[in-house]
């Protein structure tokens, strides 16, 4: 009888310099500085073609999970009766909590440029809905829907 021989098959790691050159390449506009360690991109990006622009940062470094970052603008708007932002990490940094960790929904083998970029312009479609109707519909852990007034 017949042997199947299956093999493993590894995929590998993209460099951080790797990541970069995608992001460039990818996404005009953009802007970036790489050190040693990793890089900080950059990009305006707009949701849907009625949305604000708004300016994403992504630090990433070696050995460590990208971060996302709204900076523009410095202080997004809030749902009526909400405190503070949906679905971040950090709500005054603006950091956007965009993946689990825990459950490798996202690894240095996978391009930023389709994975967290993507990530952050859908968190932001969910955002923009979420100030006009105070319902969060991005998913994600907890309730993140504002308290009506």
Known sequence: ???????????KEL??????SILKSGYIGSSSHMDSSGFVWTCPVKPTALSNIYTIKINYHVGKFPKCYIINPKKLP???GAT???H????QKQQLCLFYPYYREWDSTKPIAITIVHW???WLFFYEIWVFTGKWNGGGHGNWDAEPL
């Open 1 to 11: 009888m017949g042997r199947i021989l299956f093999l493993e098959m590894r995929i």
């Open 15 to 20: 460099s951080y310099a790797t990541q970069l």
């Open 78 to 80: 809030l749902a009526e």
């Open 84 to 86: 503070r932002l949906p």
């Open 88 to 91: 971040t990490y950090d709500s």
């Open 120 to 122: 952050a312009i859908q």
